[in-house]
T-cell receptor, first 115, second 114 residues
């Protein structure tokens, strides 16, 4: 099955700085890559996703890039704010052609934004 | 619009007991997936159901079972509970079953086994 690696496990930045979280995946047939934000005691919240036919997607302060050849994708948060502090998870879907909506998750990155 | 709702929010059981967790998907969503999230890790896939049929199962023992009802709500059952079953159980709903369908999670059920 798919294997998703996520780095770093913890990330501390000053308010206003940028934060980058990187993930790699093993199954070249995976075609959907969502990112989730999980605050303490709350549900994972889908914040952005990208499909394999697109190299980059942006939504206000967050962006995701995908390199299919290298099998890695990254989350970029600009102008960070204290409310961005949370655990962020990347995920990859079951391989292309599968009708199973199974997601494989990374281990998460604890992002702390200091005011 | 209501999001994915799960019940109960917390549950304490002892080893050997049985538990049933419930999930109601977002209105219009026909697929429900169950995930287990152990502290400090990402969610792990347990099951996916679509149109009341099991579409896939993760690497979990037969003690774990689930079903989906005609209104698309779902139940996750775990028998013969073990200490290692202590986790946050998350339900996610999506419109369809494909691998590129966005999945939206509920708040989860925190299960503690004593």
């Amino acid at each position: 099955g798919e294997n998703v690696e996520q780095h770093p496990s913890t990330l501390s930045v000053q308010e206003g700085d940028s934060a980058v979280i990187k993930c790699t995946y093993s199954d070249s047939a995976s075609n959907y890559f969502p990112w989730y934000k999980q605050e303490l005691g709350k549900r994972p919240q889908l914040i952005i996703d990208i499909r394999s036919n697109v190299g980059e997607k942006k939504d206000q302060r967050i962006a995701v890039t995908l390199n299919k050849t290298a099998k890695h994708f990254s989350l970029h948060i600009t102008e960070t704010q204290p409310e961005d502090s949370a655990v962020y998870f990347c995920a990859a879907s079951e391989g292309r052609g599968s009708t199973l909506g199974r997601l494989y998750f990374g281990r998460g990155t604890q992002l702390t934004v200091w005011p | 619009d209501a999001g994915v709702t799960q019940s109960p929010t917390h549950l304490i059981k002892t080893r050997g007991q049985h538990v049933t967790l419930r999930c109601s998907p977002i209105s219009g969503h026909k697929s429900v997936s169950w995930y287990q999230q152990v502290l400090g890790q990402g969610p792990q896939f347990i099951f996916q159901y679509y149109e009341k049929e099991e579409r896939g199962r993760g690497n979990f023992p037969d003690r774990f079972s689930a079903r989906q009802f005609p209104n698309y709500s779902s139940e996750l059952n775990v028998n013969a509970l073990l200490l290692g079953d202590s986790a946050l159980y998350l339900c996610a709903s999506s419109w369809g079953t494909g691998g590129d369908q966005p999945q939206h999670f509920g708040d989860g059920t925190r299960l503690s086994i004593l």
